[in-house]
């Protein structure tokens, strides 16, 4: 599967091969190494660590494998349990492009 990310200002939408939280200066980057050329991109800047972090985290979510089941069966509100018939399948996923999301507290008006 291919992920695109595309930076905070719009700017850059590359094909990724790996992302990474670097400390700059007093602020948190996600550095981003694109798949074509082994070539870095600053893509996205936090004001602290554990929001650099929180975007990694939902990168990764989108990335997890989504199931698909052709009947339902809910116990409470939140609780999902298929029918012993149930068919249970796996989302197919080929590509997958995340907006990185703006840390207001560092938004340039």
């Not at 981003?32 to 929180?54: I, N, P, R, W």
């Not at 997890?64 to 809910?74: H, L, S, T, W």
């Amino acid at each position: 599967m291919d992920l695109y990310v595309r930076s905070q200002d719009r700017m850059i939408l590359v094909k990724v091969n790996e992302l990474a939280v670097s400390k700059v200066c007093n602020n948190y980057t996600i550095m981003v190494t694109a798949t074509d050329v082994q070539h870095q991109f600053m893509c996205g800047t936090y004001s602290t660590k554990e929001k650099a972090l929180k975007v990694l985290d939902e990168i990764q979510n989108l990335l997890i494998d989504r199931y698909v089941v052709d009947k339902e069966c809910f116990l409470g509100s939140d609780v999902f349990i298929p029918s012993k018939d149930a068919e249970i399948k796996i989302l197919p996923k080929t590509c997958m492009v995340y907006q990185i999301p703006v840390d207001e507290e560092l938004k340039n008006d």
